[in-house]
């Protein structure tokens, strides 16, 4: 599936700016995110790559600036964002899974209390989903008995089932060992395949070079740098961008 | 058949003298048993109820909560059910001495399990939160049905202790005359001259508390799912 450059972005970001206490971490970030795009977003420790992400579901609160999503400005006053968050799915590095359920109910817990779907409807969508990330057999099982590949595609199939309008992974496979990034990256080509749309912090360069629409370099707060990734990787234009790459794909 | 008159058995495992005690101690036996229940539900739920509210962070609420606990904590069970018994009808309310006891055992036990539901609440990984309000569940869903089934789990270990110590206490009803287990036992053990009866106390006591323990253990595992 290919960006949908005709419609509006999902996501406008304006002004995006955090600081916590005297840090910026957030200083101004502009970015529009077309419907069925995937973006990835690059830049060393600390540039504020999870920040940008966890204040678009306003996880974290943005100290100033507008983000309007689906027609929406959700950072209005008085915007209601458990309707909001159903529709921004998220991913965590440390997968975040529910240690007291078993994989189906981790799934299916937001479509019953969110959704308000039925049990048996509910499980018929949470099964569904497991099978599309691959684990269809280990839906009574409990997380703490999956490897951390699986676990992590227990998280996506988490976000999935909601049926998102955007996906944000905030650094996905890093907690993951080498062996088990495929399987993740794997889900993850599928559902752009499908058109989902994805914002996907990452330090997968393969992964940035093949499944990116557009790439983001961050640093410091600010995107210094964004364009397609053979532009990115093949002739960044700024030279933090080089180097940061240097140091990365040289390691 | 009377055993040996200056053994062991017949100091602390006389039958007879037991059987005379009986009545008395019976009595006691159930008075305690209700004091316990209550104790222990009551006692649970209050606690597990100030923790819930105080997870809301709402700044008064919080030091009133606070200081209700650290009063509770830091003085002994005993001056609180003298000071119920015996200085609140000043105040217009007026107690039972079973009543005082069980109230006073209440409040104590609440204070100290509303600091372990509390700890086990703060030592659920925030990411749990994140990830849960993320799928759009609000603040009381996800305290629900992520954070108290985990916090729960790493609070009974150290509350089984405390319900076991305060529920202990009900012995303590004694100094205001509640005819509750051991004071029946004494009462008959200096009536009879043979401390028989106490061992009769003692055994009772299991009766009590080896459940209380079984159950605590049983919800260890109940919860113990593999991390
Ligand atoms: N809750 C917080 N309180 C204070 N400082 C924070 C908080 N969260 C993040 N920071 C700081 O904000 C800066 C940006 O953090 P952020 O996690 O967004 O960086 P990042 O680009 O995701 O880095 P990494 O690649 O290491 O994950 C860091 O200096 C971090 O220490
Ligand atoms: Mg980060």
Redesign the pocket.
């Known amino acids: 599936m290919s960006v949908d450059r005709a419609s509006p972005p999902i996501l406008t970001i304006r002004g995006l700016t955090k600081h916590?206490g005297k840090?910026d971490?957030l200083k101004g970030v502009d970015l529009d995110v077309l419907r069925r795009e995937v973006i990835v977003v690059i830049?060393p420790?600390?540039?504020?790559?999870?920040?940008l992400l966890r204040c678009l579901n306003r996880l974290e609160e943005p100290s100033a600036g507008t983000i309007m999503f689906d027609g929406r400005t959700i950072t209005d006053p008085g915007v209601d964002m458990n309707k909001v968050r159903k529709d921004i799915g998220m991913v965590f590095q440390s997968f975040n899974l529910y240690p007291h359920l078993t994989a189906l109910d981790n799934v299916t817990l937001a479509l019953r209390r969110v959704l308000g779907m039925d049990k048996a409807a509910a499980e018929a969508r949470g099964r569904a989903v497991l099978a599309e990330v691959g684990l269809a057999e280990k839906a009574a099982v409990h997380p703490g008995q999956l490897s951390g590949g699986q676990q992590q595609r227990v998280g996506i199939a988490r976000a999935l089932a909601l049926e998102p309008k955007v996906m944000l992974f905030d650094?996905p496979t890093s907690a993951l060992d080498p062996e088990l990034v495929g399987g993740v990256l794997d889900v993850m080509r599928r559902m752009r395949e499908r058109g989902m749309t994805m914002l996907v912090v990452t330090h997968e360069m393969g992964f940035a070079r093949e499944a990116a629409d557009r790439v983001i370099f961050m640093d410091e707060g600010e995107i210094v740098e964004q364009g397609p990734p053979a532009q990115i990787f093949g002739a960044p234009q700024h030279k933090r961008t080089a180097s940061f790459l240097a140091r990365v794909l040289h390691r | 058949m009377n055993p040996e008159p200056h053994g062991l058995l017949y100091y602390f495992f006389n039958f007879d003298m037991m059987a005379q005690a009986a009545p008395e101690i019976m009595a006691g036996f159930w008075l305690t048993l209700g004091m316990a229940a209550l104790v222990v539900t009551g006692g649970t739920a209050l606690g597990l109820a100030l923790a819930v509210v105080r997870a809301f962070q709402i700044r008064p609420l919080n030091w009133a909560i606070i200081f209700f606990v650290d009063l509770f904590r830091a003085v002994p069970a005993l001056v609180i059910i003298v000071v119920v018994f015996f200085a609140l009808p000043f105040a217009g309310l007026t107690f039972s001495p079973f009543w005082a006891t069980t109230i006073s055992l209440i409040l104590v036990l609440a204070g100290f399990s509303e600091e372990v539901f509390w700890a086990g609440i703060t030592a659920v990984d925030r990411g749990q939160w994140e990830a849960a309000r993320s799928t759009g569940l609000g603040f009381l869903e996800t305290l629900g049905y992520i954070i108290l089934p985990q916090a729960v789990r790493l609070a009974i270990p150290p509350l089984t202790n405390w319900v076991i110590a305060i529920t202990k206490s009900t012995a303590l009803g004694s100094f205001v005359a509640v005819p509750e287990i051991l004071s029946q036992a004494s009462s008959a053990q200096s009536s009879l001259a043979n401390p028989s009866p106490l061992t009769f106390a003692a055994f009772l006591f299991l009766v009590i508390f080896a459940p209380l323990v079984m159950f605590t253990r049983w919800l260890e595992r109940r919860y113990g799912w593999r991390r």
């Open positions: 916590f840090l971490v830049g420790s600390g540039s504020g790559k999870s920040t650094e």
